[in-house]
């Protein structure tokens, strides 16, 4: 076996242990840590929340400040589900059209925390697209997204957690019926919202997608959950840097402690 194939051996080992009870783009930022020769091929599927800032180029920058290589590509139209991927050609050809190490896979913010659209829709899609990705070689990684922010712009914080708990819920739910870990992206904008209530990470106008900032810790979770390394100290970052490195410090918190759901 190639050193390659050794590597993402352990990779997949370690994903497939975690799942809980929890475009090709470049970039030329100072390493901070010591150089991986492995060059990760990800595959991002989703909708908005992925494609708002570029996400997967944001991990990939970030990726290379931590001395590792990711080649990133996407699949994401507005407003779609797992379940419009499913049916959706480009999205089925560009999971044919590589070997992808992982494939990343967002559902619609809407979804997962109901349960009878989670069963009637997530779930069915979820199962096919999981099959597709195996059948190519590919680890699927479940990707948790956020509550909205409507309920934090009415001063109603116990709402926005209830939320986010039936989002965490239903991720968790079919990930563990398909053996498959979750990126805590969700838990980790709650975090941030605990420890610093007056940075939001939300798009004003909408309080549905992440700002820039939101992007980041995004960014930063899948880092922390893919390679298994804090984020912290790394030198791609967004400004202001002194949020930029609490974000780092949030994903570590929420990935790496012994805490994480």
């Excluded at 919202?193 to 992007?215: S, V």
């Excluded at 984020?231 to 410090?249: K, N, V």
Aim: a negative charge; charged letters at 20%; glycine letters at 4%.
């Amino acid at each position: 076996m190639t050193k390659r194939l050794c590597w993402i051996a352990s990779l997949l080992l370690f994903l497939s242990s975690c799942a809980p009870s929890a475009g090709t783009t470049s970039a030329d930022p100072t390493p901070t840590q010591q150089s991986d020769p492995v060059t990760l091929q990800i595959l991002f599927i989703g909708n908005s929340h992925m494609y708002t800032n570029n996400l997967p180029r944001m991990f990939a920058r970030l990726a290379e400040a931590g001395g590792h290589k990711a080649n990133v590509e996407m699949s994401a139209k507005a407003g779609y589900s797992l379940e419009d991927h499913v049916t959706d050609s480009d999205t089925l050809k560009k999971i044919d059209s590589a070997k992808w190490d992982i494939v990343v896979l967002q559902e619609n913010m809407f979804i997962p925390g109901v349960e009878s659209k989670r069963n009637e829709h997530m779930l069915p899609a979820a199962r096919f697209l999981d099959q597709k990705i195996r059948n190519n070689g590919a680890q699927t990684i479940f990707f948790m997204t956020w509550a909205s922010a409507w309920h934090i712009a009415d001063n109603r914080l116990s709402d926005f957690v209830d939320d986010q708990a039936r989002i965490s819920v239903g991720y968790q739910t079919i990930a563990q019926e398909l053996d498959a870990p979750v990126a805590p992206v969700g838990i980790a904008f709650e975090e941030s919202l605990q420890q610093r209530p007056d940075l939001f990470l939300w798009k004003g106008d909408d309080y549905l997608h992440a700002n820039g900032m939101g992007t980041y810790l995004a960014a930063c979770v899948l880092y922390a959950f893919i390679y298994r390394e804090s984020p912290e100290g790394l030198s791609y970052m967004p400004r202001p840097e002194d949020t930029a490195r609490f974000l780092q410090s949030i994903a570590a918190q929420t990935v790496l402690t012994d805490s994480t759901p």
